[in-house]
């Protein structure tokens, strides 16, 4: 492992040893594992606060050795400390895994095993759904003409309009979108429905709209490389399979051209498909099929209804006496 010098770190609560330890395994998560810098910030602020409270809990600056020989109620008390100051799950769960990658990395040095930390367990993060587009947004991102300044041949951005196009129009996961083949997705005006293979290799029909066609076809004939019948119809700049990480990233960068908040994600659009389907009225049964959710229950979590919606749809519905 590299042994570049680190940007000092001053802490009131502990050794200077582990001061310079810290600043190394920062650094390293940096430099070899690129860890974003709000995530490098987010452990080192974690691993501050859970120094400062084993320096109270013990009553002594920490050190490397005391230290390495956390318990695991030393832990728990960290964590209970944390969540009373209503720390949500998913904050802590980050805080542990920072602690057990700083004891990862004192390991790795030579500086002490901390077992404590993986005795003890991740704190459950209630799921949690993306929120769905406004309805113009969901439109915009599938609109290559948002993305004509950026230094990309035109057919990769038409490419990933078309897979977004998809997400939003069909409701498909990107693993579906991206599995499609070539023979599967007719022409504009040679079909309206898409045959999808989902989870668990379940195939079934959804319906694809006329203009979605379109922005596929115009890619199709874009596109550089050939693109057989039994063949993916997307396909990355060199011709070999896309990377459902292309379509994140190219999601990353379309938001910060619409001012979009860091919930629009490729699932995002499946999402806002269901939603937006459900407020216009759709049946819950028509809208889980194109999903493809074995559950209805599924479908009601899902799409974010409430009691109230399900006894409108109920009361809409149910045949009268």
């Given at each position: 492992?590299?042994?570049?010098?680190a940007?000092?770190?001053?802490l009131?609560?502990?050794?200077?040893?582990?001061?310079?330890?810290?600043?190394?395994?920062?650094?390293?998560?940096?430099?070899?594992?690129?860890?974003?810098p709000?995530?490098?910030?987010?452990?080192?602020?974690?691993?501050?606060?859970?120094?400062?409270?084993?320096?109270?809990?013990?009553?002594?600056?920490?050190?490397?050795?005391?230290?390495?020989a956390?318990?695991?109620t030393?832990?728990?008390?960290?964590?209970?400390?944390?969540?009373?100051?209503?720390?949500?799950?998913?904050?802590?769960?980050?805080?542990?895994?920072?602690?057990?990658?700083?004891g990862?990395?004192?390991?790795?040095?030579?500086?002490?095993?901390?077992?404590?930390?993986?005795?003890?367990?991740?704190?459950?993060?209630?799921?949690?759904?993306?929120?769905?587009?406004?309805?113009?947004?969901?439109?915009?991102?599938?609109?290559?003409?948002?993305?004509?300044?950026?230094?990309?041949?035109?057919?990769?951005?038409?490419?990933?309009?078309?897979?977004?196009?998809?997400?939003?129009?069909?409701?498909?996961?990107?693993?579906?979108?991206?599995?499609?083949?070539?023979?599967?997705v007719?022409?504009?005006?040679?079909?309206?429905?898409?045959?999808?293979t989902?989870?668990?290799?379940?195939?079934?029909?959804?319906?694809?709209?006329?203009?979605?066609?379109?922005?596929?076809?115009?890619?199709?004939?874009?596109?550089p490389?050939?693109?057989?019948?039994?063949?993916?119809?997307?396909?990355?700049?060199?011709?070999?399979?896309?990377?459902?990480?292309?379509?994140?990233?190219?999601?990353?960068?379309?938001?910060?051209?619409l001012?979009?908040?860091?919930?629009?994600?490729?699932?995002?659009?499946?999402?806002?498909?269901?939603?937006?389907?459900?407020?216009?009225?759709?049946?819950?049964?028509?809208?889980?099929?194109?999903?493809?959710?074995?559950?209805?229950s599924?479908?009601?979590?899902?799409?974010?209804?409430?009691s109230e919606?399900?006894?409108?749809?109920?009361?809409?519905?149910?045949?009268?006496?």
């Amino acid at each position: 492992m590299s042994k570049a010098a680190a940007p000092p770190i001053e802490l009131a609560s502990a050794d200077p040893s582990i001061a310079q330890e810290m600043a190394r395994w920062l650094s390293h998560l940096g430099a070899e594992r690129r860890l974003s810098p709000k995530t490098l910030e987010a452990y080192g602020r974690d691993l501050r606060q859970c120094l400062d409270f084993l320096s109270n809990h013990w009553g002594e600056r920490v050190t490397l050795t005391r230290f390495a020989a956390l318990e695991a109620t030393d832990i728990r008390a960290f964590m209970a400390m944390r969540r009373a100051d209503d720390i949500a799950g998913r904050s802590l769960m980050r805080a542990l895994a920072g602690l057990r990658s700083f004891g990862r990395f004192l390991e790795r040095e030579g500086k002490g095993k901390v077992g404590a930390l993986s005795a003890i367990r991740a704190p459950k993060v209630a799921k949690s759904l993306p929120k769905p587009l406004p309805m113009a947004s969901a439109k915009r991102l599938a609109d290559a003409d948002e993305r004509a300044g950026e230094e990309r041949e035109t057919w990769i951005l038409a490419r990933d309009a078309a897979v977004m196009a998809l997400l939003y129009g069909s409701g498909l996961r990107i693993s579906e979108a991206l599995g499609l083949k070539r023979r599967e997705v007719p022409r504009p005006g040679e079909g309206d429905v898409l045959v999808v293979t989902g989870k668990g290799n379940k195939t079934r029909m959804v319906p694809v709209l006329q203009n979605v066609l379109a922005l596929v076809q115009e890619y199709v004939a874009m596109c550089p490389h050939a693109l057989p019948p039994e063949g993916p119809i997307f396909v990355g700049a060199r011709g070999g399979p896309l990377s459902p990480r292309i379509i994140q990233l190219a999601m990353e960068r379309l938001r910060g051209a619409l001012g979009l908040p860091d919930s629009a994600t490729p699932h995002a659009l499946r999402h806002s498909f269901a939603t937006h389907l459900l407020s216009r009225g759709g049946d819950l049964r028509a809208i889980q099929e194109l999903l493809g959710h074995s559950s209805l229950s599924t479908t009601q979590v899902y799409t974010g209804i409430d009691s109230e919606r399900l006894l409108e749809v109920y009361a809409s519905a149910h045949p009268r006496r």
